[in-house]
């Protein structure tokens, strides 16, 4: 471990980034990341960068980035140089920065730290096939290391498919200096063999991360310890380039409450479910900072500008913080009561109807006599479980029993997380995703839509049902979903 709080600083102001991939919904886990990387460059006069991570080119999306800049935002995170603020080091896309990359990685061929492999994908599965059989780490075989470099190059030139993997020590050991845990040893034999450039010629993550940070100046790297096992890779790229690595920082991972890693298929961990609760952006944020960081004297209520104020790695935890919504639930409460009545009157209508009051009025015209019955209707369209009670009985579709219809919620939970169609929670996409899962799983329409309304609303009646799940949202359906799994195995048989 480092020596001196000085020496985890460095002598010149931080260069820091927050670096997410634009697959999914903002997740908690970044916000958290962002926060630490944040605070620790604005205590020092130092650069908070944000790097959009876009190499997978399948599961990346516009509309991805676009909420995680307005996710960080709402939280107050602002970046000093990004892909929408620019800066002197981009492009700050790697999608942008692919020429970058080969440039590069031809640098390693050419000192032997990586080397051609011209496996096929089947000799790669039957590989993986027979380490399993035999209870092997998995792992690649080296069977192209051996390959002469001017052989490989007359195959890459003639056209061959091929990737570039990085030549990995075989024997001897590399140290990870990290300046919360101290130095992390690693055996070489136990390091795999990683893919640098895919066939495709896009880099993996190992080489787009290592290439990035040292380009864009990067002098600490304050990420999440899932990351620990990728170091000896990233610290041999280093040394292959010849290149200083810069100071790496690895942060506890947030946790459910059984200590497990916090999961989309546990918990909502998208930072728009939070906002669209209305969980408030400045306590949000202070109950993240509680998580990792310690103001002192238990001290647990503080504001952004009092953290970057007292920051220091002292006072930063290693172990992995429990995501407690009952303690989010109590920091929230108290802010909105110590809010200004007239603020809070202008947060409440915002919160409801702000962009919403449309949609909301176009899907309950149809179904409501007065104006009175407006909120009633609506009233599922907001927070997080519903209440069962009334529509439990009815869950189970005749001809089917408490076992299938669960099985077919835990499946449909599953589905929407893979299918492309599902994937961006339109009307048109889920409803062209769910007949197509009810045809796979041999349930008929009028048996699992009445089902998934039950489980989204807790009302055997709603709009439209792609229109309803739409307009809840993908964490909200996520979390109710779950909650009829829960209900239903409590059901009596």
Known sequence: MSESKSARVGTMPPRVRIAPSPTGDPHVGTAYIALFNYAFAKKHGGTFILRIEDTDQQRSTQSSEAAIFDALRWLGLDW?????????????RQSERTAIYREHVQTLLNNGTAY??????????????EQEANKQNPGYDGHCRGIDPADAASRAEGGEAHVIRLRVPEEGETVIVDELRGDIHFSNAEVDDQVLLKSDGFPTYHLANVVDDHLMGITHVIRGEDWITSGPKHVLLYRGFGWEPPLFFHMGLLRNADKSKLSKRKNPVSIDHYRSLGYLPTTFLNFLATMGFSMGEDQERFTLEEMVQAFDWSHVKTGGPVFDGVKLDAFCGDDIRAMDPQALKDALVKHAFEGRLETLVDLSRERINRLDDFLPYISFF??????????IGKMVPKKR???ETIKVLKAYLEGIERSEAARAFTVEGLGEFSKEFAAAQGWKPKELYPLLRAAATGRTASPSLFDTLAALGKDRVRLRLRSAIEALRRLAD
Do not use: H, I, N, Q
């Open 116 to 129: 051609r492999c011209f496996c096929t994908s089947e000799r790669l599965a039957a590989m993986r096939a």
């Open 382 to 391: 907001f927070g997080g479980e519903v209440d069962y009670s009334s529509v």
């Open 80 to 92: 000093d140089e990004g892909p929408d603020v620019g800066g002197d080091r981009g492009p700050y």
């Open 401 to 403: 029993d408490k076992k």
